[in-house]
């Protein structure tokens, strides 16, 4: 492996290999998909957030002319094991994913699919669609967390039963899990702090808004092979998905990854690939299209989860912390998994504490099933304990920034979760905070204030595998099943040409499908470069050893005679006997050996923990409550940037989507439990008019695994933008705010609530 001074690939900022295809039109995504004879499905979806179905008559839609098929959840076949769980970073039980599908005897949310149809054109299939008849029995909703866990509240499941490690319940409830961790001895963590603080957090339902909806083609040939053509995050997840869900054995399914217009966590289930599948198979085969459309994507899937969140902290006189409390009631949304997990190990994560108590509840309400969403469950309790923090070192008298130097985990120390921290540079960044003019340069004028904020995120690791093929010309090949989200082909093509040590212009990356690349879990949780990262160099490694092998036979020594470097092999007791990579290649086909071909893969490898800062300058109009931000600045230690301008997109991508979160973005519902903001013109995400400049620094503490110390970047760049915004309203008006988002309505009523601030 080269040393990071010698490195030729790795580090650069080298254009990513599909950008032309993307600006240009000539990418392939799902909805760009187009076969001889293909139908075109629409579905009728449930105007109430919970009701009974007490009937369903497609009659009326099957006699429209060019209508091939309807399908409801009659025509889903029974699961044969709904004890399996799906998803990734945010599990869902078989069972639940088929309710979750097509309403069965409930439909839970506004925009629960009741009913689709197949026809041979969007406009028929639309019209045949709003012709089908249901009669609902209207039920009453349940809003939000608070008032699910009241015993008064309707109940979603009655089959729902709280997990839980203490005796089981026995009577049904709507929340699904409650976990409780922690260590150390609160009751005297409180008697030994000098200063307590203690507040309530609430955080609303938001959306990934990623830019190309849901999509999918499939089609059921003859021989009953399923082929599906989507926009998911992970083929093989679509796969194992696709083949519990529908009882289909896996090796009758080819799942073929459309380019993707992003996905943040929201494109991990299967939602609409299971219907076309249906419909296809109903229709006699046909390829059928399915297409949400922005109404549908808001109503429909599955956006980041809201939570209500109680944080106390105690800490002595010289600012150290001494107590560590965080309640969290997560919204999972209709049906039970939201990211508590996540949120745990989260919540506290940059902090030293012996003494610590996390109580966390997973609870469900008529809403979409939440799916994760950068950091699922970081950002709300990082608002959450990020606020609180300030108003700690507020009381002791500290600086913001010395507060959190004072009290930053360093590598050895124990995570929430008591496991060891491995190699972080979370000091390191907040030293260059320190001395960056972001932090030193002085804020002048009224109503003006600067927050900071920390994140924190513990990292996927699952499984990642690529196939190296050496041509006969010398060229390379490199085959994966990693969905490429952000960027891997272009990683891929810097990783394998600096461990193949070739030029990067002989590399070609290629993303298939499930029949032709080995397992690959699903691109998400910031795992796909740095997992790729060790397969690649495993792969690296097959290749160049069967290429020595290759070239001892032409040399006539032995393979470990043979030393390799710069596209050169040679023999190590006599360097003029040596062959060019292009003469091995080429004669390694020419006498009957075949292409080398070099695989790589990684199971589970100790994670990579990733800090992330924020330092926001803000100014506040009292008049309005309106919030401006005036300058931005992201801190990140990445442990090694593969490509750095990738790197820092992701981070101000990130950033961007957190002060979405934190000034503008949120699901409005009505008392109905209707959603009245389903469309872009009135889901209010941030456009470029309302953002300064998102500086970066990116901090490059290598991590302990993987060949180049990288970690993964793309989930806490979304974690400290609330904490650092709120922090800065406070410094800016002296008020602090408890809600997201800080929208000018709800800053001017905190200002008005408290006499107007400052």
Known sequence: M??????????????????????????????????????????????????????????????VEGVKAVITHKDLPVPSDTATSFGGELMIA????????????????????????????????????????????PLPPVGDVVSAMDDSAALLHEDLFTKTLGDPPTKASNVATYLEDGRGDMEQAWKDSDVVVEDTYDTLMVHQGYLEPQACVARVDGDGTVNIWTSNQGTYNVQRQLSALLDLPQDKMIVTPMEIGGGFGGKIYTILEPLAILLSKKSGGAPVKMVMDRNEVFRGTGPGSPAHLTVKVGAKNDGTITGCYVRMVYDAGAFPGSPIAGATVVSFGPYKCENMRLEAYDVVTNKPRVQAYRAPGGTPVGFAVETVMDMVAEK????????????????????????????????????????HPCWTSTLEGPNRGRGLAIGFWLGATLTSSSVIMVHADGTVTVTTGQVDLTGIRTTMKQMTAEELQIP????????????????????????????????????????????????????????EDVEYADRRFWVREDPEQAMGWFDVARNSV???????????SVTRVQSAPTFGANVADVEVDPGTGKVKLLRYTCFQDVGCA????????????????????????????????????????DYRMPTALDLPMID????????????????????????PPPGAIANAIYQATGVRMNKLPMTPENVFWALKDNGNGK
């Not at 120390?413 to 905070?433: V, Y």
């Not at 298939?512 to 998400?524: E, Q």
Request: glycine share 8%; with cysteine; aromatic share 6%.
């Open 94 to 137: 078989l069972k639940d994913l088929q309710r979750l599908t097509m309403a069965h005897d409930k439909a839970l949310f506004d925009g629960h699919t009741v009913a689709v149809v197949a026809a041979t054109s969007p406009d028929v299939a639309e019209q045949a669609a709003s012709l089908i008849q249901v009669e609902y029995e």
């Open 590 to 600: 020419r006498r009957g050996n075949g292409p080398v071909c070099g695989e790589g």
């Open 642 to 681: 593969i490509n750095p301008v990738q790197v820092e997109g992701q981070i101000q991508g990130g950033a961007v989507q957190g002060i979405g979160w934190s000034l503008y973005e949120y699901y409005h519902y009505d008392e109905k439990g209707v959603m009245r903001n389903p469309s872009l013109l």
């Open 696 to 719: 970066t620094v990116l901090i490059e503490k290598p991590a302990s695994e993987g060949p180049y110390g990288a970690r993964g970047v793309g989930e806490v760049p979304i974690v």
């Open 396 to 435: 002791v008298g500290m600086d913001p920034l010395q507060f959190r130097k004072h009290n930053a985990v360093v590598e050895g120390d124990l995570m929430t979760n008591n496991r060891p921290l491995n190699s972080i540079g979370l000091t390191e960044m907040l030293d260059e905070i320190e001395k």
């Open 2 to 63: 080269a040393t990071v001074q010698d490195r030729k690939y790795v580090g650069q900022s080298v254009e990513k290999v599909d950008a032309l295809e993307r600006v240009t039109g000539r990418a392939q995504y799902g909805a760009d998909l187009y076969m001889s004879g293909m139908l075109h499905a629409k579905a009728l979806r449930s105007p109430y957030a919970h009701a009974r179905i007490k009937n369903i008559d497609t009659s009326k839609a099957e006699q």
């Open 504 to 559: 990067i212009e002989d590399v070609n990356v290629r993303v298939v499908d499930t029949n032709s690349a080995p397992y690959t879990d699903l691109s998400a949780g910031s795992r796909s470069t740095w997992t790729q990262s060790i397969a690649i160099q495993r792969a690296a490694e097959s290749a160049i050893s069967q290429m020595k092998a290759h070239a001892a036979e032409q040399l006539k020594v032995e393979p």
